[in-house]
């Protein structure tokens, strides 16, 4: 009897996912909406007698129901990169020209139409769901499998394995017309209507109460696949059978032969994307073929076999009221301009950056001016123009500011900056707290229970007046001032305390050295492996590392010359921050290959081409995407590029395989 009842339940299982298919993914319902509800009641019923048989992918899980409390964060197994962007058919015929420097071959691309959402990276293992996670940085993101679950046109379970492990990506969106009427209900119940489509489903995967999130109409477009052993060649392959898998696909994606098809490709979209059921902001392109997306392969940011196309950025008039000047944790002027609130690209803009002097002047920008004001690919909108028809007859130039708005100090500007600086570093208050905002952001110390808010609190109160004098704080002191309350001082606390663990490349990075980014910082920190070798680094050592230039070189010694930053180096000492890299960080680095570039090509046995990158870097080596004179190495695996071979014979670079490698290392 029970194998019976089990059998109808794993038979009412697939059959309610083929019907969620038919309906969410292709469009084509089958049965009634009173048909499916009457057999998912069956289904829950027939669960709940039988407990023993809970499956957390059955389609009656996706009322959702779980809460969550703090998002786990978790490392991408492969990095989310972002795409470059490009404005003009010039711009693609360049990137085309760059790609044949390294395809010998014929190149096919392919068109999809980008997608404004929230990007996504879901992982399946034999068949099911496990993870989904969010895009944070592009290397970690935060874990949000139980509001995912509740997104009807995802699949908990596919219908057909092209390997056992994968990883699919793409883009929660909130459809035209579920936004619509979303804000039509806020508006009856007397709420604030959402600003936009994309921002509210960013915010949906982030609600603590699954069930709410059930109740959005958040839809999920996928565009890539990622797997060390997909059984295709092409990317269009890959979505073709995740299509067939259950994952909605969308129907605009195209082959294109040449540039000049992907421009037919673009040309029709512009005009046909208002059309669409959903919001779009442009094309991408990528080649096809995946073994030349390896040869092209990624820059420190971006995928080269990759690039996007935004359609040319809506724009609307409005009125300069006035312009203020922000002031940044490095001390650079910032003109904003704030505006006669104006519906733009589904949001209400207030305020548009004017980046700096030059830019007033380049469009003699005034207030009382009506301008042209656009978001092009950029999130904080800019002015991009002046209708001078309009333009008040007492109408006065701007006079930039000459002092800081903050600390009343002078600015400077020198040569070759665009923007004005503030110099008094250590006196001007939004340089102070902005460096503390730096320090205790997660991708620097990453300090939970605190804000940007908490840092001016604490600031205001003069609890703090540096990074380090955070661990001199007790809950004691923080309880008492606004908003706060003991919980929420016990969480800073620990959270100060917690930070003391984080790695010695993170603290670096979190000391704010201009110039000197989370790249840079990991660079410095390997090369250098503490705190008191780097403070000792001359100008000439420091230009000698791998991609340290003059000017962050510069920055360095700076940095380290003022006693003020001595001091809180030697604190951070006292206080057991990490300020040299960890024997487990080191375990496996060596210097075996100092000196040495490498470029890594095909598929391999013992290592995937991340595994092995990374067992290159920790060995000293040099990582290169593509082949010159200066490269030492190929190390080879199967399906190389045959490009890729022609210009090692022709330069005479050695080919090696990975055991060869191997033998090096030993």
Request: charged fraction near 25%; hydrophobic fraction near 35%.
């Amino acid at each position: 009897m029970l194998e019976t009842i089990e059998q109808k339940i794993r038979a009412l299982r697939a059959e309610l996912r083929q019907h969620n298919y038919n309906y969410y993914v292709l469009d084509q319902a089958t049965i009634s909406d009173y048909e499916f509800d009457l057999k998912l009641k069956t289904l829950e019923k027939l669960e709940t007698e039988n407990p023993q048989f809970f499956d957390v992918n059955s389609p009656t899980q996706r009322v959702g129901g779980f809460v969550t409390k703090n998002f786990n964060t978790v490392v991408h197994k492969s990095r989310m990169y972002s795409l470059a962007n490009s404005y003009s058919f010039d711009d693609l015929k360049e990137w085309e020209n760059r790609i044949a420097k390294v395809i010998e071959a014929k190149v096919l691309y392919t068109c999809e139409l980008k997608y404004d959402g929230a990007s996504i990276n879901l992982v399946y293992q034999n068949g099911q769901l496990v993870r989904a996670e969010t895009r944070g940085d592009g290397v970690q993101g935060d874990e949000i499998t139980a509001n995912v679950r509740t997104i009807k046109s995802i699949p908990l379970v596919i219908n057909q394995n092209f390997t056992d492990e994968f990883e699919i990506r793409g883009e929660i969106i909130i459809p035209l017309d579920g936004f619509n009427k979303m804000n039509e209900e806020r508006l009856e119940s007397g709420e604030d209507a959402y600003s936009n489509p994309r921002n509210t489903a960013s915010g949906s995967l982030k609600l603590q109460d699954s069930a709410e999130v059930a109740k959005r109409p958040l839809d999920c477009l996928f565009y890539q696949v990622i797997g060390s052993k997909l059984p295709v060649d092409t990317h269009f392959k890959a979505l073709e059978l995740a299509k067939k898998a259950g994952f909605k696909i969308p129907n605009t994606l195209k082959i294109c032969k040449n540039i000049d098809e992907v421009f037919e490709f673009i040309n029709v979209w512009d005009k046909k994307r208002h059309e669409l059921p959903y919001e779009t902001d442009g094309v991408v392109i990528k080649v096809n073929s995946l073994q030349q997306q390896e040869e092209l392969g990624f820059t420190a940011k971006i995928p080269r076999w990759a690039i996007a196309y935004k359609f040319q950025a809506e724009q609307v008039l409005t009125v300069l009221k006035e312009i203020s000047y922000q002031v940044g944790r490095t001390g650079a002027i910032t003109p904003v301009a704030n505006l006669e609130p104006v519906q733009l690209a589904g949001t209400i803009v207030k305020r548009a950056s004017l980046h700096n002097a030059d830019q007033i002047a380049k469009f003699d920008i005034r207030v009382g001016d009506t301008v042209f004001v656009e978001k092009g690919g950029e999130i904080i909108p800019k002015i991009v123009g002046v209708d001078l028809k309009k333009r008040p007859k007492n109408s006065l130039p701007t006079a930039y500011i000459t002092h800081c708005p903050d600390c009343h100090t002078k600015l400077i500007r020198t040569e070759g900056d665009a923007k004005h600086f503030c110099p008094n570093e250590y006196g001007c208050p939004p340089q102070i707290t902005g460096r503390i905002q730096h320090f205790i952001s997660r991708k620097a110390m990453n300090i939970d229970g605190m804000g940007a808010e908490t840092v001016e609190l604490l600031f205001k109160n003069g609890l703090i007046l540096n990074y380090a004098d955070l661990y001199d704080l007790k809950a004691s002191q923080i309880i008492p001032l606004e908003r706060m309350a003991e919980k929420s001082a016990e969480n800073i606390i620990k959270g100060i305390e917690a930070s003391k663990q984080m790695p010695f490349e993170k603290v670096l990075f979190a000391l704010g050295i201009r110039f000197v980014g989370e790249t840079v910082a990991k660079k410095l920190a390997k090369h250098y492996k503490n705190i008191d070798n780097l403070m000792c680094a001359s100008y000439e050592n420091l230009t000698n590392v791998d991609e340290i230039g003059e000017v962050i070189a510069k920055s360095i010694i700076d940095f380290f010359n003022d006693l003020s930053n001595i001091q809180i180096i030697n604190k951070f000492k006292y206080l057991g921050l990490q300020l040299e890299l960890t024997q487990k960080s080191r375990e496996h680095e060596t210097e075996k290959l100092i000196g040495l570039t490498f470029v890594v090509s095909g598929v391999f046995e013992k290592f995937d081409r991340n595994g092995l990158k990374k067992s290159i870097e920790d060995n000293g080596g040099k990582i290169s995407s593509s082949i010159s004179k200066n490269t030492n190495y190929i190390i080879a695996g199967d399906n190389m590029g045959p490009s890729k071979q022609e210009k090692a014979l022709s330069l005479g670079v050695p080919i090696i395989t990975e055991d060869d490698y191997l033998k090096m290392i030993e």
